[in-house]
């Protein structure tokens, strides 16, 4: 379920970092995963089946909801180790090394029908939180 505050972010071995333009009446949480609107370059919180590529984890709230594309920017991290817990999907051990695909900002699953990647798992945690290793696409 797609999340509307922001969250603790836990991340190990942060990276890269990068800067992109938010969409127009976008608010984006720290600590939740964004998305890029290949067509704009836009960043969003929406996956869009198909369209949306990931793009990072968000490192602070940007608010964007009465802007236009691009007035404000947001700051990602695009590499590194990103802590997750689920709600809706449930992992196990046998899942490190599978892929990790994006459902919202906030979940995840290891099925990648018309959902984005996000990386790979690299920790089991518990059936609800695991590790993954950041796969940032970008267009």
Do not use: C
């Not at 608010?27 to 198909?50: C, E, M, Q, R």
């Not at 990602?76 to 490190?96: C, H, I, K, P």
């Amino acid at each position: 379920m797609a999340v509307a505050a922001n969250q603790l972010l836990k991340i190990r071995n942060p990276g890269k970092r990068r800067h992109g333009p938010v969409a127009a009446s976008k608010k984006l949480w720290a600590g939740t995963l964004a998305y890029v609107v290949p067509a704009s370059g836009g960043l969003t919180d929406v996956i869009a089946t198909n369209v949306n590529k990931f793009r990072g984890v968000v490192i602070e709230e940007v608010d964007n909801s009465a802007g236009a594309l691009g007035d404000k920017t947001a700051e990602l991290y695009s590499d590194g180790e990103y802590f997750l817990r689920n709600q809706a999907f449930t992992f196990a051990a046998t899942d490190v090394g599978k892929p990790l695909y994006g459902i919202d900002n906030w979940e995840a699953s290891t099925d990648g029908t018309n959902r984005p990647r996000l990386g790979t798992i690299s920790t089991f945690i518990s059936a609800s939180e695991i590790g993954f290793e950041l796969d940032v696409q970008i267009p």
